[in-house]
């Protein structure tokens, strides 16, 4: 195979991601983030591994029918029964890959495979051999690669590219690797493996110390050309090597890589968005590309430099990555097509009886905060805007709490033009408002995931929260945002509460529902 300069974007934050402690989404969550990557210009979609569950099994199969320009991934261990999961989960693929993987440390082999380097070289082979009379388009990882026994090493990439594995990849599975040795392990695979120019080399990096992008990047110098990566990191422990952060180091300094991808920058911010609400992940403030102060200028002498010239402390234009502006947008005073403008250069697209309910939120909002911010209104639309009905609606919250009192609420909540109360106390607010809540919808949730941050700066800044419910073996995320928190607290605890009961009333019309935010 022919060098390119152009590097493949593979994104396994539908596999690899969802991996991570409390990031487990719902099939229509995924296809939602499957057609943000497939917009963004992303390679292969890892959307995941079958034989581990129906549900992952269906999200393959769903994503592989919805999916036309990527081609789908999915994952296998070197067993034929995963083999063949995946071979009929991605049969309606328009680009089917299986991945196919087998630990090849020394550690890996003795204590968890119990296999000789023979044993594990034959399960390899005969697993590529296996897949490819199905499927032409075979992904080999040895797992824990970057600790693996360098000429071993050689020898099963040797093999399994003999055996028809297009593409090999090489796991730093528990992020051991530094970036001058992962590069020196790239280039010693490059001058040993005797047919690896029939294969591209990819790269595969976990966070565990903090070097996965970096490590990547050094892989690509070396002469990787795909980049296996999640949207915002995520991923199994520290996670993975972020995507958006790899694409922009490659776009910013393609003075010294001399490299591209296909990635459609101005998608970024839309994606890691969703991925974020999908999680249930807040987005650090200071993450870099994707972060609210990511194009934030605090010092007065930066302020100066960037109202001269941008380029004197800003790398990167934050509408390449899709910031459409930061600072002051709208006022009390503006009006319904200011908003909508201005929500149309933020990416945020709303039908006009939806820009009804923002409208009459952006108001209530403008009376109470002297400014309203693209983070404020971005936070309206993810919390009012759902092309779901909602089924209860917070009608009014009564909150008594304090230091040495046990916290008393009483909400009350809408369905139908119906009202219903309950009292409960329970461990603080939150848990209390979440206790009546309950016991009004008869819908038992478990709370997995609680997380709070400030929409925007300031005294008067909203609050969003967001939560991660479990109905009935089901997960929904939920988000919501208010000056007050508890407020927020109660409506994202009662949008996923909604997720649910619309989940529950399309059951023989899955049509109807779109929980989403479709552009
Ligand atoms: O980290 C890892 O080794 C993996 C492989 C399955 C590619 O995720
Ligand atoms: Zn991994």
């Given at each position: 195979?022919k060098k390119t300069?152009?590097?493949?974007?593979?994104?396994t934050?539908?596999?690899?991601?969802?991996?991570?402690?409390?990031?487990?989404?719902?099939?229509?969550?995924?296809?939602?983030?499957?057609?943000?990557?497939e917009?963004?210009?992303?390679?292969?979609?890892?959307?995941?591994?079958?034989?581990?569950s129906?549900?992952?099994?269906?999200?393959?199969?769903q994503?592989?029918?919805?999916?036309?320009?990527?081609?789908i991934?999915?994952?296998?261990?070197?067993?034929?029964?995963?083999?063949?999961?995946?071979?009929?989960?991605?049969k309606?693929?328009?680009?089917?890959?299986?991945?196919?993987?087998?630990?090849?440390?020394?550690?890996?082999?003795?204590h968890?495979?119990?296999?000789?380097?023979?044993?594990?070289?034959?399960?390899?082979?005969d697993a590529?051999?296996?897949?490819?009379?199905?499927?032409?388009?075979?992904?080999?990882?040895?797992e824990?690669?970057?600790?693996?026994?360098?000429?071993?090493l050689?020898?099963?990439?040797?093999?399994?590219i003999?055996?028809g594995?297009?593409?090999?990849?090489?796991?730093?599975?528990?992020g051991?690797?530094?970036?001058e040795?992962?590069?020196?392990?790239?280039?010693?695979?490059?001058?040993?493996?005797?047919?690896i120019?029939?294969?591209?080399?990819?790269?595969?990096?976990?966070?565990?110390?903090?070097?996965?992008?970096?490590?990547?990047?050094?892989?690509?110098?070396?002469?990787?050309?795909?980049?296996e990566?999640?949207?915002?990191?995520?991923?199994?422990?520290a996670?993975?090597?972020?995507?958006?952060?790899?694409?922009?180091?490659?776009?910013v300094r393609?003075?010294?890589?001399g490299?591209?991808?296909?990635?459609?920058?101005?998608?970024?911010?839309?994606?890691?968005?969703?991925?974020?609400?999908?999680?249930?992940?807040?987005?650090?403030?200071n993450?870099a590309?994707?972060?609210a102060?990511?194009?934030?200028?605090?010092?007065?002498?930066?302020?100066?430099?960037?109202l001269?010239?941008?380029?004197?402390y800003?790398?990167?234009r934050?509408?390449?990555?899709?910031?459409?502006?930061?600072?002051?947008?709208?006022?009390?005073?503006?009006?319904?097509?200011?908003?909508?403008?201005?929500?149309?250069?933020l990416?945020?697209?709303?039908?006009?009886?939806?820009?009804d309910?923002v409208?009459?939120?952006?108001?209530?909002?403008s009376?109470?905060?002297?400014?309203?911010?693209?983070?404020?209104?971005v936070a309206?639309?993810?919390?009012?805007?759902?092309?779901?009905?909602d089924t209860?609606c917070?009608?009014?919250?009564?909150?008594?709490s304090g230091?040495?009192?046990?916290?008393?609420?009483?909400?009350?909540?809408?369905?139908?033009g119906?009202?219903?109360?309950?009292?409960?106390s329970?461990?603080?607010?939150?848990?209390?408002?979440?206790?009546?809540?309950?016991q009004?919808?008869?819908?038992?949730?478990?709370?997995l995931?609680y997380a709070i941050?400030?929409?925007t700066?300031?005294?008067?800044?909203?609050?969003?929260?967001?939560v991660?419910?479990s109905?009935?073996?089901e997960?929904?995320?939920?988000?919501?945002a208010?000056?007050?928190?508890i407020e927020?607290s109660?409506?994202a605890?009662l949008?996923?509460?909604n997720?649910?009961?619309?989940?529950?009333?399309?059951?023989?019309?899955?049509?109807?529902?779109?929980?989403?935010?479709?552009p």
């Amino acid at each position: 195979m022919k060098k390119t300069d152009r590097v493949l974007i593979f994104d396994t934050t539908l596999r690899d991601g969802e991996q991570a402690p409390g990031a487990s989404m719902n099939q229509r969550e995924k296809i939602e983030i499957a057609l943000a990557l497939e917009r963004m210009g992303v390679d292969i979609i890892e959307a995941g591994f079958p034989v581990i569950s129906p549900g992952d099994f269906d999200a393959v199969h769903q994503t592989a029918g919805k999916i036309r320009n990527a081609s789908i991934a999915a994952l296998a261990r070197s067993v034929r029964k995963d083999i063949d999961a995946a071979v009929q989960a991605l049969k309606k693929a328009a680009a089917p890959r299986v991945h196919v993987f087998l630990a090849t440390s020394k550690i890996h082999m003795e204590h968890k495979l119990r296999k000789s380097p023979d044993e594990v070289v034959a399960i390899a082979v005969d697993a590529v051999k296996y897949a490819r009379k199905f499927v032409s388009d075979i992904e080999f990882s040895p797992e824990d690669a970057s600790r693996s026994d360098r000429q071993f090493l050689y020898r099963v990439l040797e093999a399994v590219i003999k055996a028809g594995a297009r593409t090999v990849n090489i796991p730093d599975t528990v992020g051991y690797a530094v970036p001058e040795q992962y590069a020196g392990l790239i280039t010693g695979i490059m001058s040993n493996v005797p047919n690896i120019s029939k294969a591209v080399i990819s790269v595969h990096c976990h966070d565990d110390l903090g070097l996965a992008v970096a490590n990547s990047l050094a892989a690509v110098k070396a002469g990787a050309r795909q980049v296996e990566c999640t949207v915002n990191g995520v991923g199994e422990r520290a996670g993975n090597t972020s995507m958006e952060e790899v694409v922009m180091a490659l776009r910013v300094r393609s003075d010294f890589f001399g490299l591209s991808t296909n990635i459609k920058t101005p998608e970024i911010i839309r994606t890691s968005r969703l991925v974020s609400k999908h999680t249930g992940f807040v987005i650090p403030p200071n993450k870099a590309i994707v972060g609210a102060n990511a194009f934030r200028h605090e010092s007065g002498i930066h302020q100066d430099g960037v109202l001269k010239e941008p380029s004197t402390y800003e790398i990167i234009r934050p509408e390449d990555v899709g910031f459409s502006g930061v600072g002051l947008v709208l006022g009390k005073h503006s009006g319904r097509h200011a908003l909508k403008e201005r929500l149309k250069q933020l990416g945020l697209s709303v039908n006009e009886q939806s820009l009804d309910k923002v409208f009459e939120r952006f108001k209530e909002l403008s009376d109470k905060k002297k400014e309203v911010f693209d983070e404020d209104l971005v936070a309206i639309v993810e919390d009012d805007v759902r092309e779901i009905r909602d089924t209860w609606c917070l009608e009014s919250l009564v909150v008594t709490s304090g230091t040495n009192i046990k916290p008393q609420v009483e909400v009350c909540l809408r369905s139908d033009g119906k009202l219903s109360s309950r009292k409960a106390s329970g461990d603080g607010p939150v848990d209390a408002c979440y206790l009546a809540i309950d016991q009004i919808t008869g819908l038992k949730g478990q709370l997995l995931n609680y997380a709070i941050q400030s929409v925007t700066q300031g005294q008067d800044a909203q609050g969003e929260v967001r939560v991660r419910v479990s109905f009935n073996e089901e997960k929904f995320t939920g988000i919501g945002a208010s000056t007050d928190v508890i407020e927020a607290s109660v409506k994202a605890y009662l949008n996923a509460v909604n997720k649910a009961c619309a989940v529950k009333d399309a059951k023989g019309n899955p049509a109807a529902i779109d929980l989403g935010l479709q552009p």
